[in-house]
């Protein structure tokens, strides 16, 4: 890692000092830095940066901006190589960098710019030296790497020709090092002579026990029997690296990394990628995904801190080295490394320690190591399905275009198309179609009005209101001579020229006329000159031949000319039925309506409605109009009956109040009709609201039987888009038109100008011609882009009948029921319409494949189209509760979705092959063809890579289209949803098949389970159906996941021996150069935690599940430790002799707890299961015990020479010569002693030191604690068995010939000293075992107590014999040789407290005694205890002459001290044989203590006799001290007592 520093000091920048605002941005990788900003044109920053790179191929892109109000202009770019940047400490000047315009890009990566602008800036850019190289050295480091760097540019090509095979992996470290993060480094020492000297100088460092284990198990498993722990102290050295093995890296990577051995340049690459990284996270048993070239790597970093340059001259430059690393990575990719790596070139300058190690694997069964084992690698547990761009065809091409041509558009039986094929019909609107065209209404000539008044009363031409002088001013047409008001000059007839040619007509001006006429023919001269297009699309349209069509279009002319002015007449018919929502004008908020009907100049009036707006006439009115120019005024009047109107009517002719109007123009008039018409105003002071309806029925002289406008104009449009669409090859031609009105433009021109001026002449309204328009398309409506611009006209339809003003209050559907177009007709329509949508959106993904962006807007136009449909029939025609859009378009989806996956399903092998197999050759298995089976599992996962292109093609193709209901469909989380749902149900189902047979293996079925969880994890985990919810899919391959752990029992069990095996053979060899454990651990945790990675990355979402599978791992764990321990357990006795190894096999068993604590951590500590937890801390404990038991048997084997060093320490002590009392307090005498016992520990301290400090460095300070922990057990037992209290040569002798053994108070002092010493060098200052261990052990206690024994008084060494030898009488009951009946008694004096013991010796029984002389035998009765000194201890009975069972009823009394209570007390009964001038031989032997009787007061009993009395190691170690003092008459007796034995019997 390179630290780059930057300093941005100023710029040059041309132009004037207020234009600029500028400020820096640097730029390296992804890192990005910028400065402040600094006005003018010379500014000045001085800001540093810096930046950690490792690539030094790069560089540093530096951009100068000005700042601006919105948005920010750079102002120049310069990219500064980082090979070209220098190393130095120390901050420069600078260099100005000129500032270029462009940047040049090569491969995605920056490399120059170009374009210079003129400005500059001034960058100091510098490489950090690391530690405190030289500039110099750096600066020839530097030249060395650009010489490298060539070499290999040129090596590189070489490759490139060659292409050679790549040669094994270059290593940062032996293959020994995966556990040097927090291992120490023990250190040889020095041996001390003395243990004077331990004392003050420990002999052993203790490197080993200075790794700290006071958070070893969280102190769950530990604890050395029952002891609270102290915490341990460390000493700092410079040699001194603490390390705890409850802290060491977990044991995953194998120790022994095998031959790098690539199979392709992708591998190589991944394994050389990570030899430069070295992980500063601790590893966990989960991170499992291991690479071979994660095995034994350091990074450079770690070369300068293990490597001394100086010392070292063969180690190779941190320069050199990132080459090298530089070099693998290319030669990975090429995968062509041999030639220049075997030729010494590259390896001869590294130490033996980099180049990475030859040794392999030893032949396994399992195919090696973990990683390499085919039981793991055949388990992909990050699978991912990579969908492809294109869309997948679920059909082929043939059957698409058959579709579409067969769903092009509604049939044309859902539309009714009768005037495509009626002649007559077609002719007559031919014939209308050139009358309109030829001299069309957009064109006449207006009128020419100017100011005019009367000078004589005269009426206005459209309301007959009075003109007469200034006062009734109004208007006239200079040409035709109409008069009227201002505001009613807009309601005439537009065209002058017609009007005036049909007034002059009437009046008989034939010269006014002619020239009229001659103007009118002008006009459509100039029509057809400059319009030829349009009567030749006309001619076309109607199948008209050429001559045909000039005879039609000469009559047509005469006919405007001279019939349509003079001849032309009409019957009309108008029906008033009724209106609604008037305006009230009476006080009372009503009116009292009624209707006046005028056509030209006959008016008619209907009745009076009284107090109505919604008045109902029903009267019919009969007109005859003979101008095709006149208008049909229908005015709505409330009419007034005050006298105020009365007089109103005298004088004006509109007295009443007006409600509305509407014109009707004649001409537009045809056939019958029933519609509503919109009341409006007649001057903007008009206060108007409401409609008319009205029922009309024209008969045109000479067509009465001709078909009404409205359906001429319906054959006109549906001919001329008939026309249209044929001449287009079947397709729709959609006009480019844009605006308000751009739904208005039907056609293109000239078509369109064609319907407009026929709808124009004829009164067609454009609601109408709208809806004519929209029939029309529904035939195509697959066809591009038309539902976008039917879904528009349907929206402007359902505006115009649904969006009613607050003039008309007409409802909706009653409007709609009064359109022309006929209100079945289009319901019928939509309702076709609406079936066929929702069938083409049913398999839109074949009807709007994503692949045609088109079609995508066109699906999208579809739904927006269905939106518009309901809006219909929910506003228009007020229907309660129509089928909504979206749920309409949300079924359509699903159901889509449902027939994809079944096609999928159904065709999956086929679909597969076609899309994703892309080697045709390619052998495929036959099963695989038959669909799902129980013989393959394949199906499955090909099965799933389609849903997931599928889901994909859903989630970014048609989402982005079906958008219109966010909040009720999301495409893509519904295609998520149904695809999982379905695919659901078949899978689990398969699965069960499986689990019958189970004929696929395990790995089969745990690679489709990981392929199902992503699966699910990436697409289905958040959809709402399933979002915060458990997924059923792992219970589905529970079985499985089962069987692959039952299965993984066995290898890791054939693993475990193998990795023993070769562990084995190579000696038990330490994992890495500071493991103190050996190869087989690390081996099998990497198995393990190969398996629990696996289970891991299930990442199981149902946490029974993961009980299940907790619970089952656990096992395994289990019967891999426990077979591991009991492996070792067996082979230990054969290494007890070779110490190093034990320690190696001690430190293993260890390294399992250790490592087991991080399984358990790993598997989720404290929230593990109870039955999994139980497990692993019984398998804790187990363990424990191994390890335990290992520590005894080590500590054992050491046992023989700690007891030939305590029999020379026993020499030594019997050397010490004094008696008497010793007192440490006194200077001299402590020093004397002092000496004495460094004489005296010499022997022991020399083996001590010797083997403790080899055990020091080669164990674990777990291991070596317990391993102390024996050793010190051992030397206080043997001290105290060989030393203090050596054994008896043989007890049933006389005590007073062990006396020489015993210690006198001098040498008690001597091993007091001792112990002191000992104690402190098993604790080793804190390093060792605790203070707490070492003074509450049984064994140092039990020797401080033996001790304590030498300086007891009789009286208390009796006490104790008393209180301790409660089982005296054992022999007697294994071997009664007789019996005695005694009666005690005891009295307590109430004054003195004396206690006084009475013993009635009543009779024997049943003596075992042979002698050939006179048997003659008596019982003595001896009171044992403390303070009888003075007082009678022993009385005896008469003897009895040959009496086998003698009775002899003699009492006896003992007076007790009362310092003692009578517990410490008992009494001894012998039976013995009267024997004159010689002593008397024992028969047999019996205890009774007081402590017995001491309740009840007293006692009679027989009391059995026995051989001798029993004694245990505290009786005999009382006897042994008490027989040393020969001028104690009560010791000597006491102990005469306890060691005599049954005498032998006379026998011939």
Not at 1017 to 1034: F, L, M, Q, S
Request: charged share 25%; proline share 4%.
């Amino acid at each position: 890692m390179s630290l780059l520093c930057i300093c941005v000091k100023k710029a040059r920048l041309t132009g004037t000092e207020e234009k600029y605002n500028s400020y820096v941005t640097l730029k390296l990788q992804n890192v990005k830095s910028t400065t402040i900003a600094v006005k003018g044109n010379n500014p000045s920053w001085e800001q540093d940066f810096m930046f950690e790179t490792m690539r030094l191929d790069t560089g540093l892109i530096i951009e100068l901006w000005n700042k601006g109000m919105l948005w920010d202009k750079l102002m120049g770019t310069h990219w500064l190589p980082l090979m070209k940047v220098h190393h130095s400490n120390q901050e420069g000047e600078g260099k100005w960098l000129s500032l270029d315009s462009e940047v040049v890009m090569r491969n995605g990566e920056a490399k120059g710019t170009r374009g210079a602008t003129g400005n500059s800036v001034l960058i100091d850019a510098r490489f950090e030296l690391p530690y405190d190289l030289p500039e110099s050295e750096a600066l020839e480091l530097q030249n060395k790497l650009e010489v490298l760097n060539n070499i290999m540019d040129h090596e590189i090509q070489t490759l490139e020709k060659q292409h050679r095979r790549a040669t094994r992996s270059l290593s940062g470290m032996s293959e020994d090092s995966d556990y040097t993060s927090d291992i120490s480094y023990p250190t040889q020492h020095q041996h001390n002579s003395s243990a004077h000297q331990f004392r003050r100088d420990y002999p052993y460092r203790y490197d080993s026990l200075e790794r700290d284990d006071s958070r070893e198990y969280s102190g769950r498993y530990d604890s050395f029997d029952g002891y609270e722990r102290e915490a341990d102290y460390y000493q700092d050295s410079p040699t001194h690296h603490p390390r705890s093995d409850s802290e060491s890296e977990p044991l995953y990577y194998n120790s022994r990394p095998p031959h790098l051995n690539h199979d392709s340049p992708a591998e190589s690459r991944r394994s050389f990628d990570n030899m430069s990284r070295q992980s500063t996270q601790e590893y966990s048993p989960t991170d499992s995904r291991v690479s071979l070239g994660n095995t034994s790597r350091q990074s450079t970093v770690e070369y300068n801190q293990q490597y001394d340059f100086d010392t070292n001259p063969q180690m190779p430059t941190p320069a050199k080295l990132r080459w090298i690393r530089a070099f693998e990575q290319v030669c990975a990719r090429l995968n062509e490394r041999n030639s220049l790596l075997e030729n010494g070139d590259i390896l001869g300058d590294l130490p033996s320690g980099v180049a990475h190690n030859k040794r392999s694997w030893y032949a396994h069964a399992n195919g090696g190591p973990p990683e390499h084992n085919p039981f793991y690698t055949s388990i992909d547990s990050m699978p991912e399905i990579t969908p492809r761009k294109k869309s997948v065809p679920l059909v082929s091409d043939l059957t698409m275009a058959a579709h579409k041509r067969l769903n092009a558009g509604v049939p044309s039986i859902m539309v009714a198309r009768q005037s495509l094929n009626d002649e007559e019909l077609k002719m007559h609107v031919y014939k209308k179609t050139l009358q309109a065209l030829i001299y069309p209404i957009s064109s006449t000539r207006p009128h020419n009005f100017v100011v005019w008044s009367a000078t004589s009363p005269t009426y206005c031409f459209e309301c007959e209101g009075l003109l007469w002088g200034l006062a009734r001013q109004g208007v006239r047409c200079a040409e035709c001579g109409v008069k009227c008001h201002e505001k009613c000059k807009d309601l005439l007839n537009a065209d002058c020229l017609q009007r005036a040619a049909e007034k002059s007509s009437k009046h008989g001006a034939e010269d006014k006329t002619q020239n009229i006429i001659m103007a009118m023919k002008d006009r459509m001269k100039t029509r057809e000159k400059n319009k030829p297009e349009i009567f030749e699309l006309i001619r076309t349209m109607f199948s008209i031949g050429r001559n045909a069509n000039l005879c039609h279009l000469e009559s047509v002319k005469e006919w405007l000319l001279e019939d349509g002015t003079t001849k032309w007449s009409a019957k009309i018919t108008i029906t008033v039925i009724s209106a609604q929502g008037l305006i009230g004008k009476d006080k009372t908020g009503t009116s009292d309506p009624y209707v006046t009907v005028q056509v030209g100049k006959t008016k008619k009036r209907t009745k009076t409605v009284p107090q109505e707006l919604n008045p109902v006439w029903n009267e019919i009115f009969y007109f005859e109009c003979h101008n095709s120019s006149d208008r049909i005024k229908v005015r709505v009047w409330d009419e007034d009956n005050d006298l105020k109107s009365k007089l109103r009517h005298k004088f004006t002719r509109e007295a009443d109040d007006f409600l509305g109007q509407t014109i009707i123009e004649v001409r537009t008039l045809s056939g019958e009709m029933d519609v509503w018409y919109n009341l409006e105003k007649r001057t903007d002071k008009s206060a108007v609201s409401g409609a008319i309806r009205l029922h009309i029925s024209v008969e045109i002289k000479g067509e009465e039987k001709v078909a009404p406008y409205h359906v001429q104009y319906t054959c006109l449009h549906e001919n001329l888009f008939h026309y249209l669409c044929e001449t287009s090859g079947g397709t729709v031609t959609l006009p480019d038109a844009k605006g308000d009105d751009a739904w208005k433009v039907y056609f293109e021109e000239p078509a369109q100008e064609i319907v407009d001026e026929f709808a124009m002449r004829y009164g067609i309204e454009s609601i109408y011609q709208a809806m004519t328009h929209f029939s029309c398309l529904s035939t195509k409506y697959m066809s591009p882009g038309v539902p976008a611009v039917m879904s528009t006209l349907l929206a402007n339809i359902n505006a115009f009948y649904a969006h009613t003003t607050a003039s008309t209050a007409v409802s909706a559907s009653d409007r709609f029921a009064a359109s022309n177009f006929g209100k079945e007709k289009f319901v019928k329509l939509l309702d076709q319409l609406h079936n066929s949508l929702r069938i083409d959106l049913s398999v839109y993904r074949n009807t709007f494949p994503a692949s045609d962006p088109g079609r995508l807007q066109d699906l999208k136009s579809t739904v927006d189209l269905l939106t518009s449909i309901t809006f219909f029939r929910m506003k228009v025609q007020e229907l309660s509760s129509p089928p909504r859009a979206s749920v309409v378009v949300k079924d359509c989806v699903k159901a889509c979705m449902k027939s994809t996956y079944q096609f999928l399903f159904d065709n999956c092998n086929e679909l597969y092959q076609r899309e994703y197999q892309t080697d045709p050759s390619e052998q495929t298995n036959p099963d695989d063809h038959d669909g799902p089976n129980t013989r393959s599992l394949e199906f499955w996962n090909k099965l799933m890579t389609l849903i997931v292109s599928v889901i994909e093609e859903d989630k970014n193709s048609y989402t982005p289209v079906l958008n219109q209901f966010p909040q009720e469909l999301n495409v893509g989380q519904v295609s998520a949803a149904s695809q999982w749902h379905w695919f659901a149900q078949d899978l689990s189902y398969a699965l069960q098949e499986h689990e019958k047979e189970r004929l696929c293996k395990s790995s089969e079925y745990m690679n489709l389970h990981f392929k199902v969880k992503w699966f699910y994890h990436k697409y289905i985990a958040a959809v709402p159906p399933y979002k915060g919810t458990v997924p059923e899919y792992p219970i589905w391959f529970e079985p499985f996941v089962m069987q692959w752990l039952n299965e993984n029992d066995d290898v890791s069990m054939e693993y475990l021996h193998g990795a023993y095996d070769r562990d084995k053979k190579d000696g038990f060899q330490k994992a890495s150069e500071h493991a103190l454990f050996s190869t087989s651990v690390t081996d099998v945790f990497t198995q393990l935690n190969q398996c629990f990675d696996v289970i891991q990355k299930l990442e199981c979402p149902d946490p029974e599940i993961i009980v299940r599978f907790m619970k089952r791992f656990a096992k395994t764990v289990n019967k891999v430790l426990l077979a591991y321990a009991d492996i070792v357990r067996r082979d230990f006795a054969k290494y007890v002799g070779r110490q190093k190894i034990a320690c190696i096999l001690m430190n293993n068993i260890q390294q399992l707890r250790v490592q087991l604590e991080k399984v358990f951590e790993a598997m989720g500590g404290d929230n593990l299961d109870r039955d999994a937890a139980d497990i692993l801390k019984e398998l804790q404990q187990k363990l424990n015990g191994v390890l335990d038991e290992l520590s005894v048997t080590f500590a054992s084997s050491l046992e023989p020479q700690i007891q030939a060093s305590m029999q020379q320490l026993g020499t030594q002590l019997s050397k010490v010569k004094g008696s008497g009392q010793v007192s440490l307090g006194q200077a001299s005498h402590r020093t004397a002693v002092q000496q004495e016992s460094d004489m005296v520990l010499s022997p022991l301290m020399d083996f001590l030191d010797g083997s403790i400090s080899m055990f020091a460095q080669s164990c674990e300070k777990t291991v070596f604690k317990r391993v102390l922990k024996e050793l010190w057990k051992i030397v206080m037992s043997t001290m105290e068995k060989t030393v203090v209290l050596p054994p008896l040569s043989d007890p049933r002798q006389d005590m007073t010939k062990e006396a020489e053994k015993n210690l006198s108070l001098r040498q008690c002092a001597v091993l007091e000293m001792a112990l002191d010493t000992i104690k402190q060098y098993f604790h080793a200052g804190g390093n060792g075992l605790k203070k707490t261990f070492l003074d509450k052990s049984s064994e140092l206690l039990s020797l401080r107590y033996a001790l304590s024994l030498y300086t007891h008084t009789t009286d208390a060494l009796i006490k104790i014999f008393v209180s301790t030898q409660t089982q005296q009488e054992q022999p007697s009951i294994e071997d009664t040789v007789g019996e005695v009946s005694i009666q005690v008694d005891l009295f307590t004096h109430p004054g003195t407290g004396e206690h006084k013991v009475t013993v009635k010796i009543v009779a024997a029984n049943d003596l075992k005694w042979r002698t050939t002389g006179m048997f003659k035998p008596f019982v003595e009765v001896h009171m044992i205890g403390p303070h009888l000194s003075d007082k009678k201890r022993k009385h005896s009975t008469k003897s009895k002459n040959n009496n086998w069972s003698p009775k002899f009823n003699e009492t006896f009394h003992f007076i007790l001290s009362n310092e003692d209570a009578p517990d410490a007390y008992e009494l001894h009964i012998c039976t013995k044989d009267y024997c004159f001038a010689r002593e008397d031989r024992l028969i047999g032997v019996s205890v009774l203590q007081l402590r017995d009787i001491q309740e009840k007061g007293s006692c009679a009993c027989w009391c059995h006799l026995g051989r001798r009395v029993h004694l245990d190691e505290t009786g005999w170690t009382v006897l042994r001290i008490l027989s040393q003092r020969t001028n104690d008459e009560v010791a000597k007796g006491f102990v005469k007592l306890k060691s005599e034995c049954r005498h032998r019997e006379e026998v011939e």
